[in-house]
């Protein structure tokens, strides 16, 4: 049997080891530390001037301190993109809120500023706004932002940037995670850079950055005893993470490369497919770090579907995946409420995730690419 390739694995660059190193040798192996605080310096000086960035145990957690900093609450809806991960969503009913689930569009497969709008239209005539709208670059493509902050900024509704696939990716040449009231990235196992398991809240607001770090660390009122006028959480970022992540941020650029020269691989080998169309920026003004590279297949020009693809790939031990399924599917949701024209649903049923690493190695590629000239192109 072949290796397996895979869909997208951790990619260390080398100085990892070398902060893990000095956070052992100074003793500190804890949710602070100077790890974590050069770990934040390094993400804000990536990110731009004025942002504020903390530190957190995952992105799931980012997102939950942000709707608490919103202040939404048991009985109130939140707007989010449908097609996404389960973790975009989840916390809103950490708040005991309610997820309202909005439609992509198909140019960047993230939520459609038109269905959007008439949701809030909808919500303003019955008097009740959501208190935030949750957007999501899906693999990394970067949402319609303008249209997307123009809606929100009209109905005076917060947005919630979940940044989570998008680090290293621009909007206009500015970076994915600074347009949001609030944003959150991710440094999962299989992001574009990794922390093992980590998360960060960013804001161009340092009240935001204060506050995550209180709540993040059990909400410790100042007092040489502990003294609580907050319910806390444990979300910090450990010192060993923060390690990890700091090398990663050394390699972070390199990583962006490498995806988009996938990406790039992928569009000139499915050139002469019919039928199948590689997910790809609608103009110059989206740059995708590419996390993931995925494709769309139309059965009826192509002659076989997503579903063909996926068990011919697995057939040589080569990972590929579907879509996210989009969470007004998801039976946990069935309740939701949804605006949309279906787009999410096609994409889920046509769409499919392949290897995407920037540690994918040539020969790896090679095979790849003789599958698919194998079963779709000489065949
Ligand atoms: C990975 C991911 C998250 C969650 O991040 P974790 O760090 O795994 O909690 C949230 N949203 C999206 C879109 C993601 O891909």
Redesign the pocket.
């Known amino acids: 049997m072949n290796s397996k390739i895979w869909l997208s694995s951790p990619h260390m660059g080398g100085n990892e080891l070398k902060y893990i190193h000095e956070a052992f040798d100074e003793n500190w192996v804890a949710p602070l530390g100077p790890n974590v605080n050069g770990f934040e310096d390094d993400l804000e000086q990536f990110l731009g001037q004025n942002i504020y960035v903390a530190a957190l145990s ?4 980012a ?1 939950h301190l942000a709707l608490m900093m919103l202040n939404v609450k048991r009985g109130d809806e939140v707007f989010c993109q449908t097609m ?2 389960a ?2 969503a989840n916390p809103i009913a950490y708040v005991g809120a309610r997820p309202v689930f909005i439609d992509s569009e198909p140019e960047t497969w993230n939520m459609c500023p038109l269905a959007l709008r008439e949701a809030l239209v909808k919500n303003a005539a019955l008097g009740k706004l959501p208190k935030a709208v949750i957007v ?1 670059h ?1 693999y990394g493509m970067p949402a319609k932002m303008d249209e997307i902050l123009a809606v929100c900024a009209e109905f005076e509704v917060p947005l919630l940037e ?1 940044a ?2 998008a680090l290293g990716s621009t909007y206009r040449g500015v970076p994915c995670g600074t347009f949001g009231e609030m944003s ?1 990235l ?3 196992g299989n ?1 574009i850079i990794t922390t093992s ?3 960060a809240l960013v804001s161009s607001q340092k009240k935001y950055k204060k506050k995550a770090i209180f709540l993040s660390t059990q909400a410790r009122d100042a007092a040489p005893h502990y003294e609580h006028s907050h319910i806390g959480y444990n979300y910090r970022l450990s010192n060993i993470s923060a390690g990890i992540g700091r090398g990663q941020m050394e390699v972070l650029a390199e990583r962006v490369n490498a995806r988009r020269k996938n990406h790039d691989f992928y569009v000139k080998l499915f050139e002469k497919v019919d039928g199948v169309t590689v997910f790809t920026e609608p103009d110059e003004n989206f740059f995708s770090n590419h996390w993931l590279s995925a494709i769309t297949v139309d059965p009826d020009k192509a002659g076989f579907t997503r579903e063909d693809l996926r068990a011919k790939f697995l057939e040589q031990n080569i990972e590929s995946r579907p879509l996210w399924k989009p969470m007004h599917m998801q039976p946990v949701f069935k309740n939701a409420g949804y605006y949309g024209n279906q787009v999410a649903e096609h994409l889920f049923r046509d769409g499919l995730c392949l290897p995407s690493g920037s540690n994918l190695q040539p020969a790896e590629l090679d095979r790849i690419a003789e599958l698919v000239t194998r079963e779709l192109i000489a065949g």
């Open positions: 995952s992105g799931t957690a997102l996404t991960f973790a975009s999501v899906l979940d989570a696939e959150v991710s440094f999962n992001k398991g980590g998360g």
